[in-house]
């Protein structure tokens, strides 16, 4: 990504406030580059004390932007693009909406023929530099595939997928962290349970899962060759696993992520 880049979020919620955030604990990334817009933007005038531009106006957030990120609920991905599309240069600016179920044809069809657009789904960890965002488009060429991913790598790590799987990797990617902290929930809870306080309790298991998760990525292993190294004979682990199975741990987790991907393509 070029040092002058300019990037601006339309929508700037939750989600799109994850990303300023990462873009500006970058070391080197200097607020002047971004704008962020909001139709009520009083919450966010405290980013200017980092530089960063603060609007309600869209037209006037992308007129400067080379990469414009569309924040902004599946519902108002249509009325803001015919907003900012007199604003918008076909060889200027480059497109990435975050909502989830909206194509890049549908996309394309209230913008100027020849727009680059992508689709980009990052998590909520995006806040805190941990986000796996997973990216696709269409008729891109390999600088502007390594910009856009640049970006979103500057709060975690970015894959490029095909569209068909954008649904799935919003199931696994984004709704996936909710699964994971109610398993972490449910764990805490068994941990005061069998004797610690909840605090203690939760240091615990936020520490184990963390250290669970480094040790599949910095080994590069499968998570059940992991669990093959703490499990032996007669031991109080596999016990605990084939109860958790017997209760159907792992089916009600699968038939989860089934549930939540067959909503999202309704």
Do not use: W
């Amino acid at each position: 990504m070029d040092n002058n880049t300019k990037i601006a979020i339309i929508g700037c919620g939750n989600l799109g406030l994850s990303i300023a955030n990462g873009l500006l604990s970058t070391e080197g990334f200097d607020g002047k580059r971004l704008i962020v817009t909001k139709r009520h933007p009083e919450s966010l005038f405290y980013l200017e004390s980092q530089g960063v531009t603060v609007l309600a106006d869209n037209k006037e957030a992308v007129k400067d932007a080379d990469f414009v990120i569309l924040g902004v609920k599946p519902y108002n991905i249509q009325p803001i693009l015919q907003e900012i599309k007199p604003f918008l240069k076909k060889d200027k600016q480059v497109i990435a909406s975050l909502a989830a179920g909206i194509t890049l044809q549908a996309i394309k069809a209230e913008l100027e023929p020849g727009t680059t657009v992508f689709r980009v789904m990052p998590n909520i960890a995006a806040d805190i530099k941990e986000s796996i965002t997973c990216i696709c488009g269409e008729g891109f060429d390999q600088k502007t595939e390594e910009a856009i991913k640049a970006i979103f790598n500057s709060v975690g790590i970015s894959i490029t997928i095909e569209e068909h799987l954008m649904e799935a990797a919003t199931v696994l990617g984004a709704c996936g962290t909710a699964f994971v902290l109610r398993f972490m929930r449910a764990m805490t809870q068994g941990g005061i349970q069998i004797g610690f306080d909840a605090k203690t309790a939760n240091k615990i298991v936020t520490q184990t899962v963390k250290g669970a998760a480094e040790l599949i990525i910095q080994k590069g292993i499968h998570p059940e060759a992991a669990i093959d190294k703490v499990t032996t004979p007669k031991g109080s682990t596999i016990k605990g696993l084939n109860e958790m199975e017997h209760h159907g741990f792992s089916s009600a987790m699968v038939r989860g992520v089934v549930a939540s991907y067959e909503d999202i393509k309704k």
